[in-house]
Antibody, heavy 120, light 105 residues
């Protein structure tokens, strides 16, 4: 069965960087893209970006451009999300999600979430 | 960016009730719309994609309709396990965007 397993919770200081991993199993990794969505405490879902696992093409939310990098390692079937210059309002649960189709339109499976806390 | 507006923000309902949630897109998105259910502390779960297609394993009491700018999620007979927050999401263009959520309580 399809599974996405994310790395554990992180606590970071303002200005630092965080890199969250998402290990996939149960499907052909390179066929489907991976998106990242975050959720601040008590808030709604915010789309961060999408990576085409097959060719590495990315599309990022404009507000995160310059601070966000999404990558994949097909040898280990793992996707990564790195966010730099962290601020307190980056405190959130970060989810990876697998495309339903290949184009990042809908998300059929989600990771369990990774809590990133940014605090001095 | 395409803005997605859900209404109501919350709805009070009882087991057995019919519940309807609406989602409006700021511009036409054809049928590129999904609905997700999220329970506290859990990841979202895909219920409906392509506006009206039921995801495998999702009970048939859930249904979706609409196209263009106006969409609806209906729960025909609310069950205990359906108390949750529901989000719509457009898959028509980047950046993808979500509605603000509707809490069914």
């Amino acid at each position: 069965q399809v599974q996405l397993v994310q790395s554990g919770a992180e606590m970071k200081k303002p200005g630092a960087s965080v890199k969250v991993s998402c290990k996939a199993s149960g499907y052909t990794f390179s066929t489907y893209g991976i998106s990242w969505v975050r959720q601040a405490p008590g808030q709604g879902l915010e789309w961060m970006g999408w990576i085409n696992v097959y060719n590495g093409n990315t599309n990022y939310a404009q507000k995160l451009q310059g601070r966000l990098t999404m990558t994949t390692d097909t040898s280990t079937r793992t996707a990564y999300m790195e966010l730099r210059s962290l601020r307190s309002d980056d405190t959130a649960v970060y989810y990876c999600a697998k495309d339903y189709y290949g184009s990042g339109s809908y998300y059929s499976h989600w990771g369990q979430g990774t809590l990133v806390t940014v605090s001095s | 960016d395409i803005q997605m507006t859900q209404s109501p923000s919350s709805v009070s309902a009882s087991v057995g009730d019919r519940v309807t949630i609406t989602c409006r897109a700021s511009q036409g998105i054809s049928n590129w719309l999904a609905w997700y259910q999220q329970k506290p502390g859990k990841a979202p779960k895909l219920l409906i994609y392509a506006a009206s297609s039921l995801q495998s394993g999702v009970p048939s009491r859930f249904s979706g309709s609409g196209s263009g700018t106006d969409f609806t999620l209906t729960i025909s007979s609310l069950q205990t396990e359906d108390f949750a927050t529901y989000y719509c999401q457009q898959g028509d263009s980047f950046p993808r965007t979500f509605g603000q959520g509707t809490k069914v309580e």
